[in-house]
């Protein structure tokens, strides 16, 4: 069961969905959940809602402030403060919901957003429970990594020219999120296989994705970092995800994230011959990730349908 939800954030009416089990009564435990970079809520995620929903949670997911069906007037913009200020006004939100028992509320992320729920078990009290699938975990590593030397100069330059120009014009230039071929147009994330699955999923779940965000939203990643955060995971729950394969938020930076943090209540899954993108475009793989946040969840949330908890 699916119902349409808005909540106040900012001063913007941020909108989403609820999901609820169609079996047993409530409250129920909450999955709060939101995308990665540039993403729509009816991309990919909705697969994860629907398997939560199925094993006895609510989901709550939602279109951030300035993309999908939220407001905001600075269209296609990613500050991830601007994010995680989403994700805790979802949280207070679904503390008001009927459906839902407030003590018994989790975050799961995906991509950038895997980042945001680490983040967010380290800092919101609130949240008993988390799951980072894919994490961008430093921002600038990751794009000197990924643009390699000669591309990470015309990157730098890209974002200071744009700077420039923003201060004089007042206006937002704006930056693919990946392109057909990296080596003619600069993207935030040059991967041709990022395109084409994107392409895909516009197409086939999500037309309201665009493929597009402020040029400054790139030069906000170059200052994200989970690290300041991670010894703060002190006693919550946190499962983290990674792809054997993944060379586009570098899941050797991923594990590396997750060895320094400090609870014994945490576990990594590594999703063997896989890739970024392939936990996107095959669906096997993404059942075994939804599957692996799904035993997390019901371990450490007690969901009533799995747990046998009232």
Same mark, same amino acid.
């Given at each position: 069961?699916?119902?349409?939800? !808005?909540?106040?954030?900012?001063?913007?009416?941020?909108?989403?969905?609820?999901?609820?089990?169609?079996?047993?009564?409530?409250?129920? $435990? &909450? /999955?709060?959940?939101?995308?990665?970079?540039?993403?729509?809520?009816?991309?990919?995620?909705?697969?994860?809602?629907?398997?939560?929903?199925?094993?006895?949670?609510?989901?709550?997911?939602?279109?951030?402030? @300035?993309?999908?069906?939220?407001?905001?007037?600075?269209?296609?913009?990613?500050?991830?403060?601007?994010?995680?200020?989403?994700?805790? @006004?979802?949280?207070?939100?679904?503390?008001?919901?009927?459906?839902?028992? +407030?003590?018994?509320?989790?975050?799961?992320? =995906?991509?950038?957003?895997?980042?945001?729920? %680490? /983040?967010?078990?380290?800092?919101?009290?609130?949240?008993?429970?988390?799951? +980072?699938? /894919?994490?961008?975990?430093?921002?600038?590593? @990751?794009?000197?990594? &990924?643009?390699?030397?000669?591309?990470?100069?015309?990157?730098?330059?890209?974002?200071?020219?744009?700077?420039?120009?923003?201060?004089?014009?007042?206006?937002?230039?704006? =930056?693919?999120?990946?392109? $057909?071929?990296? +080596?003619? !147009?600069?993207?935030?994330?040059?991967?041709?296989?990022?395109?084409?699955?994107?392409?895909? =999923?516009?197409?086939?779940?999500?037309?309201?994705? !665009?493929?597009? +965000?402020?040029?400054?939203?790139?030069?906000?990643?170059?200052?994200?970092?989970?690290?300041?955060?991670?010894?703060?995971?002190?006693?919550?729950?946190?499962?983290?995800?990674?792809? !054997?394969?993944?060379? %586009?938020?570098?899941?050797?930076?991923? /594990?590396?994230?997750? @060895?320094?943090?400090?609870?014994?209540?945490?576990?990594?899954?590594?999703?063997?011959?896989?890739?970024?993108?392939? =936990?996107?475009?095959?669906?096997?793989?993404?059942?075994?990730?939804?599957?692996?946040?799904?035993?997390?969840?019901?371990?450490?949330?007690?969901? $009533?349908?799995?747990?046998?908890?009232?």
């Amino acid at each position: 069961m699916r119902r349409d939800v !808005e909540f106040d954030s900012g001063g913007e009416t941020v909108r989403g969905w609820l999901y609820a089990p169609d079996e047993g009564e409530g409250p129920f $435990p &909450v /999955i709060v959940m939101a995308g990665g970079w540039c993403y729509v809520k009816e991309l990919v995620q909705p697969h994860y809602a629907e398997m939560y929903a199925e094993a006895g949670f609510a989901a709550l997911l939602f279109d951030y402030r @300035n993309f999908g069906s939220s407001g905001g007037t600075r269209r296609q913009h990613i500050d991830p403060n601007m994010q995680l200020e989403d994700y805790r @006004n979802a949280i207070s939100y679904a503390e008001t919901l009927k459906e839902v028992d +407030s003590d018994r509320i989790g975050v799961w992320g =995906l991509s950038y957003s895997g980042g945001h729920a %680490l /983040i967010l078990g380290a800092t919101d009290p609130r949240v008993r429970c988390v799951a +980072s699938q /894919i994490p961008v975990v430093d921002g600038y590593r @990751n794009m000197r990594r &990924v643009h390699g030397t000669v591309g990470f100069r015309q990157f730098e330059r890209l974002l200071l020219d744009d700077r420039r120009r923003r201060f004089a014009t007042g206006e937002d230039g704006f =930056l693919p999120h990946a392109a $057909p071929d990296p +080596s003619t !147009e600069v993207s935030t994330w040059p991967f041709p296989e990022t395109y084409s699955t994107f392409v895909e =999923l516009k197409a086939s779940e999500a037309p309201a994705y !665009e493929n597009r +965000s402020t040029i400054e939203s790139a030069e906000l990643l170059m200052s994200y970092s989970v690290h300041p955060f991670l010894p703060r995971l002190l006693d919550v729950p946190t499962l983290v995800v990674v792809a !054997e394969r993944d060379d %586009l938020t570098l899941w050797d930076l991923e /594990i590396q994230a997750y @060895n320094l943090i400090p609870t014994t209540k945490k576990r990594l899954v590594v999703i063997g011959s896989s890739t970024h993108m392939t =936990l996107y475009s095959d669906r096997s793989l993404l059942t075994q990730a939804a599957r692996a946040a799904t035993e997390w969840f019901t371990e450490n949330l007690a969901a $009533p349908k799995l747990a046998g908890v009232a």
